[in-house]
T-cell receptor
Framework: EPEVTQTPSHQVTQMGQEVILRCVPI?????FYWYRQILGQKVEFLVS????????KSEIFDDQFSVERPDGSNFTLKIRSTKLEDSAMYFC??????????????FGPGTRLTVT | RKEVEQDPGPFNVPEGATVAFNCTYSNSASQSFFWYRQDCRKEPKLLMSVYSSGNEDGRFTAQLNRASQYISLLIRDSKLSDSATYLCVVNIQAGTNAGKSTFGDGTTLTVKP
């Protein structure tokens, strides 16, 4: 069964450093998403992406964040200058319009980002 | 008011019980509705989409009432393996763009032997 993969599974970085989180969505999917989940809190939408551009973004997704699809398979989230409060689990998801407007999203296993 | 509001829980039920989760959403422009389950420290996994006509998958039944902006999930004959946090998710998309999904806080279910 196809699945979304994410690397690394755990990233430790120092405050102020740049990090890039990587995702490989399911191969025939067209829509891509990033979410974060701070420990003990709800899943929060960050950004959605389609046709090589951002579709929607939340207020969390400020100028420190960017997304890119550098090639036909990867989808990345970059945080330019990490803060302590960026420590969270980051989930990538992808979905495909499958003849119904369901937009079912399938999630990767997540990258746990720890900022020290 | 929260965009997506779920029963606060937790729910602790014996095996074999029937349990119902409720969810309301505030944005009437919402178009797609889902239930996910999330096990501790794992990714959300899609349980089922929710349609206005209602849909059933084995022991799970989901209902949507657009007029009341209300979504429900019923689990019958609950199993120990159903223990998880259940997430109500609402999606809004404009045209063919990827849209935005809003998650509820989740309702935790523990099924006991």
């Amino acid at each position: 069964e196809p699945e979304v993969t994410q690397t690394p599974s755990h990233q430790v970085t120092q405050m102020g450093q740049e990090v890039i989180l990587r995702c490989v969505p399911i191969s025939n999917h067209l829509y891509f998403y990033w979410y974060r989940q701070i420990l003990g809190q709800k899943v929060e939408f960050l950004v959605s992406f389609y046709n090589n551009e951002i579709s929607e973004k939340s207020e969390i997704f400020d100028d420190q964040f960017s997304v890119e699809r550098p090639d036909g398979s990867n989808f990345t989230l970059k945080i330019r200058s990490t803060k302590l409060e960026d420590s969270a689990m980051y989930f990538c998801a992808s979905s495909s319009l499958m003849g119904l407007p369901t937009y079912e999203q399938y999630f990767g296993p997540g990258t746990r980002l720890t900022v020290t | 008011r929260k965009e997506v509001e779920q029963d606060p829980g937790p729910f602790n039920v014996p095996e074999g019980a029937t349990v119902a989760f409720n969810c309301t959403y505030s944005n009437s422009a919402s178009q797609s509705f889902f239930w996910y389950r999330q096990d501790c420290r794992k990714e959300p996994k899609l349980l089922m989409s929710v349609y206005s006509s209602g849909n059933e998958d084995g022991r799970f039944t989901a209902q949507l009432n657009r007029a009341s902006q209300y979504i429900s999930l019923l689990i019958r004959d609950s199993k120990l393996s159903d223990s998880a946090t259940y997430l109500c998710v609402v999606n809004i998309q404009a045209g063919t763009n990827a849209g935005k999904s809003t998650f509820g806080d989740g309702t935790t279910l523990t099924v006991k032997p």
